[in-house]
T-cell receptor, first 110, second 113 residues
Framework: DQQVKQNSPSLSVQEGRISILNCDYT??????FLWYKKYPAEGPTFLIS?????DKNEDGRFTVFLNKSAKHLSLHIVPSQPGDSAVYFC?????????FGKGTHLIIQP | DTEVTQTPKHLVMGMTNKKSLKCEQH?????MYWYKQKAKKPPELMFV???????INESVPSRFSPECPNSSLLNLHLHALQPEDSALYLC????????????FGPGTRLTVT
């Protein structure tokens, strides 16, 4: 049973435009959500998090939106830059630790 | 310093070998983790140490043996591995068990021949 679902294995966005990565979850017990970014041959890097009691958190070019009623969250990257090309993991956090989605490969086109 | 270091970066071992993976952090974090990641899959949790005590073992085979010598170090001892154990092994740490973000090391790429 996949508790965190990222239904788009890949996403291609033009440099300078907005990247929107989507994530759905089924576990209502998650206390918080995180986004991690991963380059090949490196460990995941923490990007941004949001508590389950919030609906938005912003940090520079990155904004995460949480819609609890829809069990949906999204990561917005504005403007997208070439260095943003990576795999992005949506992660649910709770008493059982972190649960990773399968990841979305974001490709920023010049 | 938000760095988690792991050694070695790459390891090739035979099925009869004994080897160890090492992880170190100097952020004062009290929780440390081992994950296994296969190609094109998300990281899978193996072990959690909280305050130097093993608190979670996700039904990992005994050929993987974790050790936490002190609050900054985490080892993973490997013995009699199988080729299907070949993967990227990631170490992570966090301020405490939950609900804190985890910081990952670069991983050790393990190949079992």
């Amino acid at each position: 049973d996949q508790q965190v679902k990222q239904n788009s294995p890949s996403l291609s966005v033009q440099e300078g435009r907005i990247s929107i990565l989507n994530c759905d979850y089924t576990n209502s017990m998650f206390d918080y959500f995180l986004w991690y970014k991963k380059y090949p041959a490196e460990g995941p890097t923490f990007l941004i998090s949001i508590s389950s009691i919030k609906d938005k958190n912003e940090d520079g070019r990155f904004t995460v939106f949480l819609n609890k009623s829809a069990k949906h969250l999204s990561l917005h990257i504005v403007p997208s830059q070439p260095g943003d090309s990576a795999v992005y993991f949506c992660v649910g956090g709770g008493a059982d630790g972190l649960t990773f989605g399968k990841g979305t490969h974001l490709i920023i086109q010049p | 310093d938000t760095e988690v270091t792991q050694t070695p970066k790459h390891l090739v071992m035979g099925m009869t070998n004994k080897k160890s993976l090492k992880c170190e952090q100097h952020m004062g974090h009290r929780a440390m983790y081992w994950y296994k990641q296969k190609a094109k899959k998300p990281p899978e949790l193996m072990f959690v140490y909280s305050y130097e005590k093993l608190s979670i073992n996700e039904s990992v085979p005994s050929r993987f043996s974790p050790e936490c010598p002190n609050s900054s170090l985490l080892n993973l001892h490997l013995h009699a591995l199988q080729p299907e154990d070949s993967a990227l092994y990631l170490c992570a740490s966090s301020q405490d068990w939950t609900p804190y973000e985890q910081y990952f090391g670069p991983g050790t790429r393990l190949t079992v021949t």
